[in-house]
């Protein structure tokens, strides 16, 4: 490729959602606030109960401490900058900050990824290797695979970095997209080719081998679950881990169609749709899913809200109760003036 043909703006331009106009955009700005705090809110409320509560204190809930981390992470670095993009109907965004959001919202990725891989094998142990359980999965082990999660995952989206900041562009300068991804760059760059070979070859390590580990780890779990004599205690062993099965399979899906399936102009809207299912919707849910479809977690929430209520009762007796009192003493009318 020519220089004269490469591009040299310093600036992208984000189209974001161009059918969504007028009162249609705040709408959609305003519902994607709203999830974003809500999502924000529940992720903390997880980290925070898994902190404090002691019946929360084992691996899976450690587990599910640090998804709820990575998600609030992963949230904060894409939806601000698209909530700009939606309520200017498209804004542009320097090249730099693109790279750097596409790096770690890719990092991020590869984090929950390992993440979903490793409670996958804690669940494994549990249900398959029940007696050496909390022998293997120790709190040093348990820390060792978050810390490999996280360090692992920024150290090889550092080779994707690389590779962006040598990228020309060329034409030009709109991402049909609401944010830097990976997948929108290829129409912008004059090396097309090595950017799609890129993608597909590191989505082998972040997304294809973790998905593999956890149908292997899954199949093992089912086995294990068959041979269960009792229906109570498949039931209930099944349970303990469908939740965690639900999310690995709509993650997994989505990131396998976006970044293995070879795309087009033609299914760039498709992924784009697709993209904010699982970037805005998905997060909200995986924690919901969780917390309803776990026990002790159901458990813990409904004994704050009890406790909340009775709080509520207690105050409200005791505010009827001085009520009685002061109107059995003086006057009613003297007795509220008091008061205020």
């Not at 007028?22 to 606030?33: E, N, T």
Request: with cysteine.
């Amino acid at each position: 490729m020519n220089e004269a043909n490469e591009s040299s703006f310093t600036e992208l331009l984000i189209l974001g959602f161009p059918d969504v106009t007028g009162y249609k955009a705040v709408a959609f700005y305003m519902a994607i606030l709203i999830v974003y705090i809500l999502t924000l809110m529940i992720n903390t409320m997880v980290i925070v109960l898994v902190s404090i509560k002691p019946q929360l204190h084992s691996p899976m809930y450690f587990f599910l401490q640090q998804l709820s981390l990575v998600e609030s992470v992963f949230l904060s670095v894409i939806v601000p900058n698209m909530l700009r993009v939606v309520w200017l109907e498209g804004a542009t965004i320097s090249i730099a900050g693109c790279i750097t959001q596409t790096y770690v919202y890719c990092a991020t990725t590869c984090t929950e990824c390992h993440l979903l891989t490793v409670m996958a094998y804690d669940r494994y142990l549990a249900i398959c290797n029940p007696l050496r359980y909390t022998t293997i999965m120790d709190t040093r082990l348990q820390r060792l695979l978050v810390v490999y999660c996280w360090v692992f995952s920024f150290l090889l989206i550092q080779i994707t970095l690389n590779f962006l900041c040598q990228l020309h562009f060329c034409g030009s300068n709109v991402i049909n997209h609401f944010f830097c991804d990976l997948v929108p760059f290829v129409e912008l760059t004059c090396s097309k080719f090595s950017l799609q070979l890129e993608i597909v070859l590191l989505s082998i390590p972040i997304i294809l081998i973790p998905f593999i580990l956890v149908i292997v780890s899954y199949i093992y779990v089912f086995i294990t679950i068959i041979g269960i004599s009792s229906a109570s205690g498949r039931k209930k062993t099944f349970s303990t881990c469908s939740s965690h099965l639900t999310v690995v399979t709509v993650y997994y899906g989505t990131l396998i169609t976006i970044y293995m399936v070879p795309a087009n102009r033609d299914t760039l809207t498709l992924n784009k749709f697709i993209s904010f299912l699982y970037i805005v919707v998905t997060p909200l849910f995986n924690p919901i899913i969780y917390c309803l479809r776990n026990q002790e977690m159901r458990a813990i929430l409904e004994n704050l809200f009890s406790q909340r209520k009775n709080r509520e009762i207690i105050k409200k007796n005791s505010y009827v109760a001085e009520i009685t009192y002061c109107s059995s003493k003086i006057p009613m009318r003297f007795c509220y003036q008091d008061k205020i």
